[in-house]
């Protein structure tokens, strides 16, 4: 597939770029180089939502800000949990990937340099493709879920901290059920009815499950004040990595919230910067 024809590069973004089109979707991403970028290394970066909403154009402060510690980002749209289930969701990124080693060299990109990072629900999928897929370098995570099954439920968020706007503004489908839960929304995503969800069903699609030796080296970061995912999220999948002999180092920053403005601060991109540019 040949890359769509784009103006020319402006404030370091080049947008629109088709990357698949699997059953008659048509994928799109968006590339955040670094301003005179010979061969930056580069992470494809997939948005939360519950694996529902979201889009690749979320959070541009985050993204913009690794780029000005000089990694090129690739924020994807990838099917939704209501047009395709588990594993479809990996096979975009999987597509990503195959398209910015066959054609970033044109933009900029060091081809042979890829990770992958994502937030909440785009977290739990580039974890679960760095464990099960392969091909995928280095992978980071903010505030992401990791285990889907009912040890969830062992630790909640703390029910003093009320939910970001970010998160309470979400705009979901008219035939979701309202609040939705996330025992609904994981249901929706491995394609099963929510009141016959098991752990057994679960636990494929949880990242902690598949934590073994060669895993590609991971940096999670979540924040202590997460309303809507515990930060024990990270610390499970954090030993379950270095248990299995892995790689996993764990950031955890004061007072952050879900989808905080403290995770696109230079210090934090610096120290994903650091970690992306020492593993690939």
Known sequence: MTPLTCPERKNAVETDLVYARPESAELRLDLHVPEGADAAPVAVYLHGGGWLTGSRKDAPERLRALTEHGIAVAAIDYRTSDTAKLPAQLDDLAAAVDWL???????????????????????????????????????????????????????PPDPSLAPPAAVL???????????????????????????????????????????????????LLHGTADAVVSPQQSRWLA????????TAELVLIDGANHEDPAFARSDVAATVARFLRAHL
């Open 101 to 155: 080693r066959r054609h970033g060299a044109a933009h900029g990109l060091a081809t042979e340099r890829i990770g992958v990072l994502g937030a909440s629900a785009g977290a739990h999928l580039a974890a679960l493709a760095a464990l099960t897929s392969g091909g995928v370098q280095a992978m980071v995570g903010y505030f992401g879920y990791y285990d889907l099954t009912s040890r969830a439920a062992q630790a």
């Open 169 to 219: 503004d979400t705009v979901w489908p008219d035939w979701v059920p309202m609040p939705p839960t996330l025992t609904y929304l994981q249901a929706l995503l491995i394609g099963v009815p929510e009141d016959e969800a098991s752990d057994e069903d679960l636990r494929p699609a949880s990242p902690v499950a598949h934590a073994a030796p060669g895993a590609p080296p991971m940096l």
């Open 239 to 246: 030993e379950a990595v270095t248990d299995a002999g892995g």
